[in-house]
């Protein structure tokens, strides 16, 4: 069976999106303040300790959703017998090496 990728969706509360927000909005002002170290012409190293932080933060989000897609998503679709989503996901992880 053929999925349409524009017609699914992840319905997340309220409490999540303020969540997830509040992390990419930190990892913004993150990079808004690696970008001004450029302009200030930071030391090398200070500035990659910074993109390394961002890295590190980017990926701790990353595998929170990750996290709640395997624990909604993935079991709401195993459960309907959409077992094609096992497939889904090991691309996904594919793509995280």
């Known amino acids: 069976m ?3 990728n524009e017609c699914k969706r992840t319905v997340r509360s309220e409490k999540e999106k303020k969540a997830i927000k509040s992390r990419l909005n930190r990892i913004i002002g993150q990079l808004n ?3 001004n170290m450029i302009d200030e012409d930071k030391y090398c190293d200070d500035v990659l300790i910074q993109l390394s932080a961002v890295d590190k933060a980017i990926k701790s989000l990353a595998n ?3 996290e709640r897609h395997m624990e909604t998503c993935v079991v709401r679709d195993i459960k309907a017998g959409k077992t094609e989503i096992i497939s889904e996901v090991v691309n996904l992880f594919k793509r995280f090496q």
Do not use: A, L, T, Y
């Open 64 to 66: 929170h959703i990750v």
């Open 2 to 4: 053929d999925r349409c």
């Open 33 to 35: 303040g690696i970008s």
